[in-house]
T-cell receptor
Framework: EDQVTQSPEALRLQEGESSSLNCSYT??????LFWYRQDPGKGPEFLFT???AGEEKEKERLKATLTKKESFLHITAPKPEDSATYLC??????????FGAGTTVTVRA | DTGVSQNPRHKITKRGQNVTFRCDPI?????LYWYRQTLGQGPEFLTY????????KSRLLSDRFSAERPKGSFSTLEIQRTEQGDSAMYLC????????????FGNGTRLTVT
């Protein structure tokens, strides 16, 4: 069975204090690893797809990287508007997405 | 691109009643997914369609849950004889055909069973 584990569960940062979120996974036949951002009361918002080990994607202050067993989401010089829950998910051969429980990031001004 | 639309946004019902939710996917997407999310957890897979065919249903889904996607367009999720444990956010997502295409989510229907 596909498994996704995210750490830490919660992260409190000072504005400008860079950090990283971890997503470790086991999956049969990875089609893609996805990162989403979710704000309270809303659905997940797509950020990145990573397809193979060594791949990196960037968007503003966020950078996602992928190895064969884990992915990292690096947040560089975060701002309060980066506060959200970040979800990692893997898509297997059957096209289902399996999610981790998420990391809730709070950035204080 | 108007995004994935879900209705209603909120539903409060009494235990034992039936409820139905609707999802309108992004128009060119042929895959449609239903997920359930409870507080502090990631979304949990319920079922998915490719066009009008329901291809997989989670073994965690009881017989009280049924989903349809007539003509491969919008989808409905019905819960019969609701229980308090059904209280959750029900999320719909759609994606393109290619493997690795991202799922795009709606803002969900929040169900509260009293």
């Amino acid at each position: 069975e596909d498994q996704v584990t995210q750490s830490p569960e919660a992260l409190r940062l000072q504005e400008g204090e860079s950090s990283s979120l971890n997503c470790s996974y086991t999956v049969s036949g990875l089609r893609g690893l996805f990162w989403y951002r979710q704000d309270p009361g809303k659905g997940p918002e797509f950020l990145f797809t990573l397809y193979s080990a060594g791949e990196e994607k960037e968007k503003e202050r966020l950078k996602a990287t992928l190895t064969k067993k884990e992915s990292f989401l690096h947040i560089t010089a975060p701002k309060p508007e980066d506060s959200a829950t970040y979800l990692c998910a893997v898509q297997a051969r059957d096209y289902k997405l399996s999610f981790g429980a998420g990391t809730t990031v709070t950035v204080r001004a | 691109d108007t995004g994935v639309s879900q209705n209603p946004r909120h539903k409060i019902t009494k235990r034992g009643q039936n409820v139905t939710f609707r999802c309108d996917p992004i128009s060119e997407h042929n895959r449609l997914y239903w997920y359930r999310q409870t507080l502090g957890q990631g979304p949990e897979f319920l079922t998915y369609f490719q066009n009008e065919a329901q291809l997989e249903k989670s073994r965690l889904l009881s017989d009280r849950f049924s989903a349809e996607r007539p003509k491969g367009s919008f989808s409905t999720l019905e819960i019969q004889r609701t229980e308090q444990g059904d209280s959750a956010m029900y999320l719909c997502a759609s994606s393109g055909q290619a493997g690795g295409s991202p799922l795009h989510f709606g803002n969900g229907t929040r169900l509260t069973v009293t």
